[in-house]
């Protein structure tokens, strides 16, 4: 919402200046968005006239002019095709900033002729977008003076914002009001004169809606105008819309846009010879009603649209925009003037379906002045009246009796509210300026809210009101007290696990990374998404158009981005949501990460090593170990998701529950992406741990032995099919008490071993616990492997 | 006699003496230890010749001699200990490396720093007795709009830019919610109200809205708080945010602002704002100058919302608050843009990212800065 200082001063008396104001209005809510001074920047700017006017010898569109500014004579380059001698018009000297053009005036020759300086147009000046010629002064206007004084420009223009329930502030008025409440002066009186018109109106309403359906248009005026001049509108007008970004038309037109923007009431304006018949019908549009509207388009109408019609159809969008073909124009001499209250809820559904905004939509939607329609029908007669002369009719009208809103309220419960105290007296002052009405019975206040306040329907709106104008800094600053609290962990278990999860895999070289939650249908059903459910109906592009259903997709992007722009070696991860429907339920929370490019850098000390499968198996059982997953628990299988390669992939589970899936990506999918290199990639799905037990917080008591470990090693031969990890939980099987660790050594097939089998080097520790072991006990230990491996996995004793 | 002797003995101490100091290695040193002192060594001989002579010259030889002894043995061990010193020396000297070469290793990670900003708010408030709480991203319009006291026509709604998914077979359509609020009603749904004393729950994450440019991103994030309870008002409001802003921004005399606004779900509603100073180059300094910087919105729970989930506002009141996260982040850290954040470039990733083992504590200071 823009205005200007003058035009608020129309409607408030004060004493105060304008940066008292302007640091009044975001204490009451109204928050300055921006302030200008068009005045400020043109002040450089100035009359002159042109006394010379030649054709430019080398350039057959411009003209060398020499200008007067009363003092002094400037040789001028003009191409303005209305420049003429004699003219008066806007000069800018060199030096001279240019806000249209956002540049500086420098002395220049253009085509060999020298220029001092630039004429203007309304658009070099920010005054509008009219860029046809140059701007043409009255032939009386003096010479040499800033263009802010001749044009009446210094006016500073205030924007604030306003927040949806305040449709009464779309109007200068409103603001006005608010400041007055708040001391900042005084509301001054409308300037009404009631005249009820000298003859009938030559169109009349005609409400077509049945009785339950009234609600839509519970008001319409209107009355007609005859022997208008529709011409231009005087200069103060013009400067006044141009200040708040409403493009002058016509006088008729301009006032109707100046009154919704002081009193925030929209108004519309047919032409009366335009309208066929007398009647002008508000009612329900039908499915393919067709609609040409003021802004050039033409709309194809849905059921049940608020619209008003003439005989040949619908031609106006009821409290949205008005129709082309019975639009006000520049002939126009006959007018007919509506101003009604809709629903705003019919308007915003219109409104939103047609996809049309406007000013006048804006303000209905918010809520108007339930009472407004009577006051601006001789407000605007007026002014009119004034500016385009005529005569205007009595006044024609359709309304529903308004019962009017009353709030029980009891003053007590502001302290309540907001802890602060504020007297009796002060609450209701403030409220009665704000143009509420009270009625006090004992202790409890019936409130009527002011007709321009449709947003107020409840106590906690009357307290916003009354400590909103006596200000918030008085609110007390409380401190929130622990009471009967004791102090709790904030985190729940799972926000533990991913912070925990996220420093274990920062630690181990991974970057953290944040990526949408939606990627492209093609990526989405790689990764065994896609599903209807998922898809956005309004993607912001094409490439986000399904909700994921994996994080490893939008890592292998981060990655790709890097790669092309010279990254080698590349960890990322992400703690975020994947989507396997639209339910809660379906919403998985995963730690997912990737690994690509050299583990181990080539250097003076080493060669370069890549990442593998291993590595990422250790990234995972690093991270389980830390978010407390049980050791013993995990199984691991080689059934990871397609888009893992087949033989190079695992999955742990507990249960039947996916702990993690995790291995090299599939080739096809690296192949996708561009890579030169493998990826490989894990997932975590950590909301499927078992909670730990809660009530088991202490841990087993610690049995240290003070006797030597021992350590034997052996190397047997199994098939090549067995995995490796068996040897080592057979061989752990033995004495879960005396072996403590087995690790495998080596892993070796070719020369000397038989086809179809492997070696297999173990190293074994035995911590003996009570005593040492004697040779003929650690012998029968190592027989008693030997013999486990022949029996369960079919191996035997390498020989060296 | 004697003192023929001792200068016979004193002379040949000094020649021992000089071919010690003039020994070369540990093995010359071993010769004139085995020449002077052993079986058939010049002092030994001497020794055993003392036979001959009276008791009591021997006696007063013999003692002149062991003390002659001893000072040889000492020369020869503090001899030996400079080879010994010498010989390491060398030894150590050879084993000279070049210090200037730094071997290449996995570098340590980093953490995104909107992770960090989401521990630091968590920490603040979970000293104030918040717990932290989440909700889903896909929701309902009721979630997200209906129960905020947002209904389909209500202009707020535009606004929101809403993402919206493919309607189901009843033709309703869930959204991607636009903002962290919904989980103020899911959280408050769960309320037994026969045991209930007071909530205090913040909920940080993802929010999205349709709208892509330098200043916004279709994905982003906020963090909702929610206090309920019997007699919470709106100074507890003001006293809750002002400690927050100043305890993230480390600022004890951050102005901090309220503001009347308007949010459905709210009434009172505040904006907040804190003091800030705008460098000609655009850049801001918090808690400096007259400038004022809103970075969040609050406002005490609507009666209406607290009907709409079986909660009597006439008994129970609170208050609710929202912030967006990028915003605090880039405030605090200097970072300039917005749209990097979700860009993953492995630079801005190192540079504005945070070490993993800086956990952002109330104790050991919020202030990430060892990065």
């Given at each position: ?8 001063l ?35 700017f ?8 030649k ?7 411009l ?35 240019i806000p ?5 005036l420098?002395?220049?020759k ?17 005054l ?7 701007i043409e ?39 006005a ?21 000298e003859?009938?109106?030559?169109i ?34 013009k ?53 040409s ?8 109408l ?45 308007i ?11 000013d ?31 005569t205007?009719s ?6 529903l009796?308004?019962?009017n ?11 309540q509210?907001t ?95 944040i ?40 890592l ?10 010279g ?34 850098k ?46 190079r992939?695992a999955?742990f ?37 078992p ?30 099919a ?79 | ?68 002894k001893?000072?040889?043995n ?5 001899k ?5 010193k010498?010989?390491l ?5 050879s ?9 290449s ?22 000293d ?12 309902s ?14 202009p ?40 209930f ?25 906020q ?13 507890h409001?003001k006293?809750?945010?002002?400690e ?14 309220f ?113």
């Open positions: 919402m823009k205005f200007t200082w003058k035009w608020l129309d409607h408030l008396e004060t004493d105060k200046n304008l940066s008292e104001i302007l640091g009044t209005l975001p204490k009451i809510g109204l928050e300055v968005a921006s302030i200008v001074n068009l005045a400020e920047d043109l002040k450089s100035i009359s002159v006239e042109i006394i010379d006017v054709k430019h010898p080398n350039a057959d569109k003209n060398v002019c020499k200008v007067f500014d009363g003092k002094n004579t400037f040789n001028v380059v003009c191409g303005a095709p209305n420049v003429k001698l004699g003219m008066k018009s806007v000069f800018a000297n060199i030096g001279t900033f249209g053009l956002n540049i500086k420098n002395k220049g253009i085509r060999g002729e020298e220029s001092f300086g630039m004429l203007c147009s309304e658009k070099e000046l920010t509008s977008e009219n860029h046809s010629g140059i002064l009255e032939p009386s206007s003096e010479l040499g003076l800033s263009i802010s004084d001749i044009m009446d420009l210094n006016d500073p223009i205030i924007e604030i914002e306003i927040t949806p329930n305040r449709g009464d502030c779309l109007g200068v008025r409103g603001i009001r608010d400041l007055a409440a708040a001391g900042m002066g005084n509301l001054k009186d409308l300037d009404v004169i009631i005249n009820d018109g003859f009938g109106s030559i009349n309403w005609h409400v077509d809606l049945d009785e339950d359906e009234k609600y839509l248009c519970p008001k319409v005026f209107g009355r007609s105008f005859t022997n208008l001049k529709n011409d231009e509108s005087p200069l103060w007008l400067n006044r819309l141009i200040a708040v970004d409403q493009r002058p038309i016509s006088s008729i037109v301009d006032i109707t846009n100046y009154i919704m923007i002081d009193i925030g009431r929209p108004l519309h304006a047919y032409d009366i010879d335009k309208i066929k018949g007398k009647i002008l019908k508000i009612s329900k549009s039908k499915k393919g009603d067709k609609f509207a003021l802004n050039g388009n033409t709309y194809e849905d059921d049940n649209m608020l619209v008003i019609s003439d005989e040949d159809g619908v031609d106006d969008l009821a409290g949205i925009m008005g129709g082309e073909r019975t639009g006000v124009i520049e002939n126009t001499t006959k007018m007919f003037l509506e101003a009604a209250i809709f629903d705003p809820v019919s915003a559904n219109t409104g939103r379906k047609l996809n049309l905004n406007s006048a939509r804006y303000r209905f939607e918010r809520g108007l002045d339930y009472n407004s329609p009577e006051i601006v029908m001789h407000y605007a007669a007026a002014m009119i009246n004034k500016i385009c002369g005529g205007f009595k006044i024609v009208s359709f309304k009796e308004q019962k809103k009353q709030i029980k309220f009891d003053p007590n419960i502001i302290y509210l802890g602060v105290k504020i007297e009796n007296e002060l609450s209701k002052s403030i409220l009665e300026k704000l143009g509420f009405k009270i009625a006090s019975v004992e202790n409890i206040w019936d409130i009527t809210p002011p007709s321009w306040r449709p947003d107020i329907d409840g106590v906690a709106d009357i307290v916003e009101e009354i400590i909103r104008i006596n200000g918030y800094d008085k609110i007390p600053s409380t401190k929130l007290s622990r009471n009967n609290y004791i102090a709790k962990p904030a985190m729940s278990i799972k926000h533990r696990q991913a912070f925990f999860a996220s420093r274990i895999l920062a630690n181990r070289g991974y970057n953290e990374v990526t949408f939650s939606f990627l492209n249908k093609a990526m989405a059903d790689q990764f065994n998404g896609g599903g209807f459910s998922l898809n956005l109906v309004n993607p912001i592009s094409s490439e986000l158009t399904d909700m994921r259903p994996s994080i490893i997709p939008n292998l992007l981060a990655v790709q981005k890097n790669v092309n722009i990254a080698q070696d590349l960890s990322f991860f992400e703690v975020g949501p994947i989507f396997k429907g639209d339910t809660p339920n379906e919403q998985i929370s995963t730690i997912t990460g990737i690994r690509y490019g050299d583990k181990i080539k250097d003076w000390q080493k060669d370069a090593v890549k990442f593998d499968f291993y590595d990422i198996k250790l990234d995972v059982i690093k991270v389980l170990d830390t978010i407390g997953v049980p050791k013993n628990s995990l199984k691991i299988f080689q059934d990871a998701p397609s888009y893992f390669h087949p033989g992939s999955v589970k507990i249960g039947q529950k996916i702990i993690a899936n995790f291995g090299e990506i599939h080739p096809e999918i690296v192949d996708f992406f561009g890579f030169t290199k493998s990826a490989i990639g894990f997932e975590i799905f950590y909301e499927n741990v909670l730990p037990n809660r009530n088991k917080i202490s841990k087993p008591m610690l049995k240290i032995s003070n006797l030597q470990p021992i350590t034997r090693e052996f190397a047997f031969i199994i098939d090549e067995i995995e490796s990890e068996k040897v080592c939980q057979v061989a752990k099987s033995i004495d879960k008490d005396l072996i403590t660790d087995v690790i495998i050594l080596d892993v070796y097939k070719g020369e000397k071993i038989p086809q179809k089998k492997k070696s297999i080097a173990i190293k074994v520790t035995i911590q003996p616990v009570q005593e040492t072991l004697t040779d003929t006990a650690l012998e029968k230990l190592s027989v008693n492997l030997i013999n486990a491996i022949d029996k369960k996995l079919s191996g035997f004793l390498r020989e060296i | 006699m004697v003192s023929e002797l001792k200068e016979d003995l004193q002379n040949l101490l000094n020649n021992i003496t000089i071919s010690i100091q003039n020994s070369k290695s540990s093995s010359d040193l071993e010769n004139i230890r085995v020449n002077s002192l052993g079986k058939k060594g010049s002092i030994t001989l001497y020794l055993r010749n003392l036979r001959d002579y009276d008791l009591e010259i021997k006696k007063e030889i013999g003692a002149y001699l062991n003390d002659i001893s000072q040889i000492k020369l020869i061990i503090d030996k200990s400079v080879f010994k010498e010989h020396e060398k030894k150590l000297k084993e000279k490396i070049d210090v200037s070469l730094t071997p290793e996995a570098e340590i990670g980093t953490l995104h720093p909107l992770s960090r900003t989401i521990e630091e708010l968590c920490a603040i408030f979970a104030m007795g918040f717990c932290i709480v989440d909700g889903p991203d896909i929701e319009d009721y979630y997200n709009f209906t129960a905020l006291n947002i209904p389909e026509e209500h707020a709604r535009q606004e929101h830019d809403t993402f919206y998914l493919q309607p189901d077979v009843n033709g309703q359509r869930k959204v991607l919610r636009t903002h962290t609020s919904p989980v103020q009603i899911r959280t408050m749904e769960k309320i037994d109200l026969k045991s004393d007071e909530i205090r729950y913040i909920i940080p994450g993802r929010t999205y809205r349709s709208d892509h440019d330098a200043t916004h991103s279709p994905m982003f994030h963090c909702e708080g929610l206090v309920l309870g019997k007699n919470i008002n709106m100074g409001l006293g809750c945010l002002i927050f802003c100043r305890t993230y921004f480390n600022e004890d005399n951050l102005p901090v602002r503001r009347p606004s308007y949010f459905p779900f709210t009434e009172p509603s505040a904006e907040v704002d804190i003091g800030c100073k705008k460098e000609n180059d655009g850049s801001l300094v918090i808690g400096e100058g007259e400038d004022w910087l809103e970075i969040l919105g609050s406002g005490m729970v609507h009666p209406r919302v607290l009907q709409g989930v079986g909660i009597d506002p006439s008994k129970y009141q609170g208050f609710a608050f929202g912030m967006g996260l990028e915003r605090l982040t880039m405030l605090k850290y200097g970072i300039p843009d917005l749209r990097p954040f979700y860009d993953s470039d492995l630079r801005w990733l190192k540079h504005y990212g945070f070490i993993p083992v800086d956990n952002p504590s109330l104790h050991s200071g919020l202030n990430g800065v060892f990065s």
